[in-house]
């Protein structure tokens, strides 16, 4: 099924509106990552989500472009996010790295930065995020956020530059679901983004999600999806082939029970261990 429907948006702590769901762009390179994002746009997809370490905002950049060029889409309809590596962390590093983002992009703002990894031992963050307000302030980015930002570093940065971060990107998929966290985003007004909404593809052959996924005529990863959204995230789900982008962005109208939300809530083990990638902790 073709969705031409764009996702249904949340309005992040700072009155910007983000669209539900997202095209997580990690992988998405050269022409052949050019392709994907501007079917994704044409397909209805508004959000578009990249790093510096993807190596992918020049492609990323030229498809907003060309779909704008070609009036598909205005500027304004979309919603861009970029973050800064960890070498780009610091008070001087990291507007600058943030100026070679938007240089890449061929873009004037973007709508979302993030410190991309708190990377705690380096000690950098609080500066980091200091400095992305900053650019806030200079109209070059709508909004400003973190990612993989555990509760202390989290409670830190906003105390400390006292401004709330409007997002915090965490890996969240079901197994995975990240209560905890996200209790403290509800406490502060900090919307979660999450990434890895489908474990990376690895969560979809789960039982339950397969009798969820019968009972409401959808598929697995829709129901994942929509499972997610329906605890008030955003998803970036990434894919690279047409059907899958089609139905992860027609996830938005599946409707699922509260029995069903709570069953797979419900897959998360005791231990909160069903990360799939690193514990930010550590990376
Ligand atoms: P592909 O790009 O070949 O579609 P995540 O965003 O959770 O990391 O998941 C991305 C992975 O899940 C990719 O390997 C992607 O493969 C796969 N994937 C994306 N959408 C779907 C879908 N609707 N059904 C099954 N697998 C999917």
Request: charged share 25%; net charge negative; glycine share 10%.
């Amino acid at each position: 099924m073709v969705s031409m429907t764009p996702a249904p948006t949340l309005t992040l702590n700072d009155g910007t509106e983000i669209p539900q769901i997202g095209l997580g762009t990690w992988q998405l390179t050269g022409e052949e990552g050019y392709r994907v994002i501007r079917e994704a746009l044409s397909l209805g997809y508004r959000h578009l989500d990249t790093a510096s370490a993807y190596g992918n905002e020049e492609i990323v950049g030229r498809a907003v472009r060309d779909a704008v060029a070609a009036g598909e889409v205005t500027r304004g309809e979309l919603f861009i996010t970029t973050k800064a590596w960890q070498d780009e962390q610091g008070a001087e590093a990291t507007p600058d790295a943030f100026r070679r983002s938007l240089d890449r992009l061929g873009l004037d703002y973007v709508d979302l930065y993030l410190v991309h990894w708190p990377h705690e031992r380096q000690g950098r963050y609080v500066e980091a995020f200091e400095a992305i307000a900053r650019l806030q302030g200079l109209g070059l980015v709508q909004s400003v956020g973190v990612a993989n930002f555990y509760e202390s570093v989290l409670r830190e940065v906003a105390g400390e530059v006292g401004v709330v971060p409007a997002t915090n990107q965490v890996e969240l998929h079901p197994g995975f679901s990240q209560a905890a966290l996200r209790e403290v985003h509800a406490e502060l007004g900090v919307t979660t983004v999450a990434w890895s909404p489908l474990g990376r593809g690895e969560v979809l052959a789960h039982r339950e999600l397969d009798r969820v996924a019968r009972e409401v005529g959808a598929t697995p990863a829709q129901v994942a999806l929509r499972w997610a959204m329906s605890l008030g995230c955003v998803v970036i789900p990434k894919s690279a082939r047409s059907v899958r982008l089609s139905q992860n962005l027609a996830a938005a109208g599946v409707r699922l029970t509260r029995e069903q939300i709570l069953a797979i809530s419900a897959l998360d083990d005791a231990e909160g261990s069903g990360r799939i990638f690193e514990d930010p902790r550590r990376f």
